[in-house]
């Protein structure tokens, strides 16, 4: 005849915590990895943006969330019917020179000034900008209406 084994009571409540360490163990570097991975899949926004045009010359500012992981900020101008009528460029984050007459770039901080040389003039802009990370992937574009 077979004996039969019962656990006690000690060695069921060692078998259950090892049970728990291994899936809080695992659920904390899900969670981890999550958080990375969120992180890195999508570019940041701009946390505010403004133009001022003046005798036809446009000035773009915007303040980004954080400065570390920009590589470049595209900017369309127009009307709501063609947002690039007016303006379309693409500007490398950081670079001063090289770029095309009329324009400018200065940044302070994580306030950006782009100088966007002769604007068309419109009564109504529509104005969309976005914000490229390091891994290239494009954030949402933050939009505005003005005059």
């Known amino acids: 005849m077979k004996k039969l084994y019962i656990p006690s009571g000690k060695d069921m409540y060692c078998a259950t915590c090892k049970r728990n360490f291994a899936k809080t163990t ?3 570097v899900l969670v981890v990895f ?3 991975l969120s992180l890195e899949g ?3 926004t701009p946390l505010d943006a403004n133009l001022s045009i003046s005798n036809n010359t446009g000035i773009f500012s915007l303040v980004i969330p954080d400065s570390t992981n920009i590589s470049e900020i595209e900017l369309q ?8 009528e007016v303006f379309e460029h693409t500007f490398v984050y950081d ?5 095309p007459t009329g324009l400018s770039y200065s940044r302070a901080g994580v306030n950006i000034n782009l100088g966007l040389g002769s604007l068309t003039p419109l009564n109504i802009y529509h104005v969309k900008t976005r ?4 891994s290239g992937a494009w954030g949402d ?3 505005f209406v003005g005059n």
């Open 77 to 84: 101008i127009g009307s709501i019917a063609n947002p690039t």
């Open 131 to 134: 914000l490229k990370n390091g």
């Open 34 to 36: 999550l958080t990375f």
């Open 26 to 28: 695992f659920n904390q």
């Open 141 to 143: 574009w933050y939009e």
């Open 95 to 99: 670079q001063t020179s090289g770029l």
């Open 42 to 44: 999508k570019a940041q």
